[in-house]
């Protein structure tokens, strides 16, 4: 049965090679095998197609070398070309040289080995993108030099540029291409200093002016050009270079450029002229270049308290140093993180507290309250402050057990509860109790923090047992357990390993069944 089957199907693969339609026999081709049969569709089937689909196939070198030549489409000849065997020189010399497809043109010259024949391809070649191909492989520094020179494309000169060291050549580039980034490479490669100063005075094109500018050395030619160059991004190359003052504060004053001046104010070392950059100039980056480069205290302290753009003033508290200043801009200062910028640098514990208290910006409340040590203020932010995070700081800061233990029972939220009940249990557990009980009884914890809770109590009820006016409190406790009990929240019976809260209970009523806690 398998033998006909192979049988039927070799017939019917026979008879599509033959089909007068081309996806058959194309078909056929893809599953064919005999290398003879192979090698006649490669060279004789009527459509390019099914004859590309063979000549994938075929690894005879004289058949893909004939396709190679004599394939009448161009992409059979190309596939040919980068299947034929590196010894085939000859045919691949004659390709690169004369086949009528620059895309096969270009195969050949990627494979062949002789140097004659890729130079003649890279200055001869009609088709661009076979120059570059052919100029990719040359290595003689003269032909590229010649190509940097002669080439019609723009791109194929620049890629030789590039690649040349050809003082000359690079000369002729840098004056005489009419390729603006040709020109601007070659200069990035000119030493000589009146080539740069030439080129920078006088290259119609800014980008190359440009190249030239961040090359020059001479002071006097790079002040004419900060002076008196027309176009302002090659100003600017030569402020940046510039040492002179005198020039540069005439920059900073009289230039039209916001950039221009901003450049020029980096380099300046005259106070008072960065004082009126800084406080006047109507651009806010030169104002912020001039307040970044200033030492002057007046200057700054000016820039803290009257600037409207936010970055500036904040540049200006940043190099405060004068306390009273510092203060006013943490008072009154309209961007809560300009004013805590301010708080940073203050150390006077009343602004500080004053801060903590009144500021309308939680942000900035909290921030002072890092630096904040005054009892009163930590009871009363810890107590009434509107912000849970600011009161939840307060709470960890302000270490007083009857401020612990109100803001354990009374404290909005949940979170700032369990964190005051956590730090009382841990200074002054008898204290801890009623928070503890309420927190249970409240119905708002997780499982884990009512696990927590209740374990707390435990511990406090074992240190304390003997006391005699802890035993209402401990009432109270059963008594919250057996309301716990019956719930419909189950996450309050929940049991586990470490707290089981049936048991918890029978111990409120005989604490002699603690007394023996080896094994838990």
């Not at 049969?37 to 893909?64: C, F, H, M, W």
């Not at 690649?163 to 490479?185: H, L, M, Q, V």
């Not at 912000?387 to 401020?403: M, P």
Request: charge should be negative.
């Amino acid at each position: 049965m398998i033998q006909s089957d192979d049988k039927r199907n070799r017939r019917n693969g026979d008879k599509n090679l033959n089909s007068p339609n081309w996806k058959k026999r194309l078909k056929a081709v893809r599953k064919l095998t005999d290398p003879e049969q192979l090698a006649q569709i490669a060279l004789n089937d009527p459509d390019p197609r099914v004859r590309y689909g063979a000549i994938l196939k075929v690894s005879a070198p004289e058949t893909i070398r004939r396709a190679a030549t004599e394939d009448k489409a161009a992409m059979n000849r190309e596939l040919a070309v980068r299947k034929l065997p590196t010894e085939a020189q000859d045919t691949l010399k004659r390709i690169a040289r004369l086949d009528a497809d620059p895309e096969t043109r270009a195969a050949a010259v990627s494979r062949v080995g002789d140097f004659e024949t890729i130079r003649d391809v890279a200055l001869h070649d009609t088709d661009k993108q076979t120059r570059e191909t052919a100029l990719s492989r040359v290595n003689d520094p003269e032909t590229i030099a010649l190509i940097a020179r002669t080439d019609e494309s723009p791109g194929i000169r620049h890629t030789a540029l590039k690649e040349s060291a050809d003082p000359e050549t690079i000369r002729r580039a840098a004056f005489e291409d009419s390729y603006a980034p040709i020109r601007k490479t070659a200069v990035t490669k000119l030493n000589d200093p009146d080539d740069l100063r030439t080129i920078a005075l006088n290259d119609p094109d800014r980008i190359v002016r440009k190249a030239a500018v961040e090359k020059l050395r001479d002071p006097e030619t790079l002040k004419f050009v900060a002076l008196n160059e027309p176009n302002p991004y090659v100003r600017r190359a030569a402020i940046v270079r510039l040492n002179d003052q005198e020039t540069l504060r005439r920059i900073a004053e009289h230039d039209s450029d916001a950039g221009a001046r901003r450049e020029a104010v980096r380099n300046l070392a005259d106070r008072e002229t960065l004082s009126r950059a800084a406080l006047e100039d109507t651009a806010e980056k030169v104002r912020l270049a001039a307040v970044k480069r200033t030492d002057d205290a007046e200057t700054i302290r000016a820039v803290a308290l009257r600037e409207i753009v936010t970055d500036i003033r904040l540049a200006a508290v940043e190099k405060l140093n004068d306390p009273e200043t510092i203060r006013q801009v943490a008072l009154t200062d309209c961007e809560p993180y300009i004013r805590m910028w301010a708080i940073d640098k203050i150390s006077d514990s009343d602004t500080l507290a004053f801060i903590a208290r009144s500021d309308k910006d939680a942000r900035v409340r909290r921030r002072a309250l890092k630096k904040v040590t005054d009892p009163e203020t930590l009871r009363q932010a810890a107590l009434n402050d509107a912000d849970a995070d600011v009161r939840s700081d307060a709470i960890t800061k302000c270490g007083d057990d009857k401020t612990l233990a109100r803001a354990a029972l009374s404290d909005g939220e949940i979170q700032n509860r369990i964190l005051a009940v956590d730090l009382l249990y841990e200074t002054e557990p008898g204290r801890a109790v009623e928070p503890l009980i309420e927190l249970l009884r409240s119905g708002n914890l997780e499982v884990y923090q009512a696990q927590n809770a209740a374990k707390q109590l435990r511990q406090i009820y074992r240190s304390e047992r003997e006391i005699a006016p802890r035993r209402e409190t401990i009432e109270n406790a059963q008594r919250s357990y057996q309301v716990l009990r019956h719930t419909d929240d189950d996450r309050y019976t929940h049991h586990d390993d470490d707290f089981d809260i049936e048991t918890f209970r029978f111990r409120l009523d005989d604490p002699d069944q603690d007394k023996d806690t080896s094994g838990e």
